[in-house]
Structures are given as C-alpha cells and as structure tokens.
Nanobody, 115 residues
C-alpha cells in the first residue's frame, strides 16, 4: 500500500502562484510513476502531469509552460509548482502513484483561482 497526502492548496488571484506538495509513504519502492490530476466541478478527473521513476515527465497541454513537477527523493515528496494561474485551473488536485498492480490516490487539495 502507498499513502499519499497533498498540501498547499488554497485561494489565489488570477496570475498568482501556488506550490502543491504530495508526501508519499508505505510501499513506495514499488512506485514507478507519480503525478497530479485535477477535477473541476461537473467535470471528469483529468491529467495535469506525471513523472516516472526514471525522470520522464508528461504534461497536459493546459499545464505546459505554466506548471512544473519536481520531486525530492530523500523526502518521498513530489511537488507541483503552478504559475500564471487562471480561473479555469480551479479544481481539486489529486496526487497519484502507480505500481505495476495498483494506483493510489490522495484525498485531494482544493485550488481556487478567483479575484
């Protein structure tokens, strides 16, 4: 099992920045990919960005140029730096971890972009 806890969400004005954190614990040795997804009200959950254990990164088009994923292996933590935020970025952001057999999700953190 892998446990994930997100933090760093909140209310920010358009054009502002936030950094989300995802702390992983448990059987993290089996995780080969981690990432961030988001779900806006009335919409399906969608990919934001993933990073593999080898360092390969895949950004959704909506995140390219504005969001940056990084990780601190010593802290078992993945970060999502979000810049130039827009109202359409408002959503619950979920951390995800994949093993060869299973996917794990954090409880999510709310990001609201509004003036």
């Amino acid at each position: 099992q892998v446990q994930l806890v997100e933090s760093g969400g909140g209310l920010v004005q358009p054009g502002g920045s936030l950094r989300l954190s995802c702390a992983a614990s448990g059987s993290i040795f089996s995780v080969y990919r981690m990432g961030w997804y988001r779900q806006a009200p009335g919409k399906q959950r969608e990919l934001v960005v993933t990073i593999t254990s080898g360092g390969s990164i895949n950004y959704a088009d909506s995140a390219k140029g504005r969001f940056t994923i990084s990780r601190d292996n010593a802290k078992n933590t993945v970060y999502l730096q979000m810049n130039s935020l827009k109202p359409e970025d408002t959503a619950v952001y979920y951390c995800n971890a994949e093993t060869p057999q299973l996917q794990f999700w954090g409880p999510g953190t709310q990001v609201t972009v509004s003036s």
